[in-house]
């Protein structure tokens, strides 16, 4: 996944990126391992400016599901701070550009959810429990959107 | 170019609070 130029020109333009390594790092990594829980490699994990993890993935992903799963963080991050309009933005974006990975139907209940807190309004809830029965009906997205309908 | 990752993991966390930018840290063992 690191060898691909989208994810090297997505990292390089939105994060600091910083690696620890198992033999090589021997002392930093058995540090910051059990400070951030990540006894496994690969685990990858977006940190926010404050060095709170607001995403991580376990294990090694294909090129687009890593780049999705990296856009998903910094929506969760937009969603944290409560800035809902890029937050749905970039749930948006993980939708549209990746619509075969497994972020994507996570990225859908969460647009629901943004819209929801950015309005108030139980309709995006209820119109994103209606979308999970046309696309990605058997993920765990799906079911947890069902109690929407 | 690959990703220039760096190892100095506590600048870098205070980097990121300086330039209110994310952090990407990689827990690796894969060949240097």
Known sequence: ?149 | MPIQFRRDVDQVLKDAKARQKPVLLDFSAAPM
Request: hydrophobic content about 40%.
């Open chain 1, 1 to 149: 996944m690191w060898p691909d130029e989208r994810v090297v020109r997505f990292v390089n333009q939105h994060f600091l990126p910083a690696r620890v390594h198992v033999k090589e790092d021997p002392k930093d990594f058995k540090r910051y391992s059990e400070r951030y829980s990540a006894p496994w490699t690969p685990t990858i994990l977006e940190l926010d400016a404050d060095g709170v993890e607001r995403h991580r993935v376990e294990g090694f992903l294909p090129a687009d599901d890593f780049l999705a799963q990296l856009m998903l963080g910094l929506a969760h991050m937009a969603f944290k701070q409560e800035q809902w309009a890029d937050a749905a933005q970039r749930f948006r974006d993980v939708l549209e550009q990746f619509p075969q990975t497994d972020a994507a139907p996570e990225a859908l209940y969460w647009t629901g959810v943004t819209r929801y807190k950015a309005t108030g309004d139980g309709a995006s809830l209820k119109d994103t429990a209606r979308a999970f029965t046309q696309r990605y009906q058997d993920s765990t997205w799906a079911k947890k959107a069902s109690v929407w309908r």
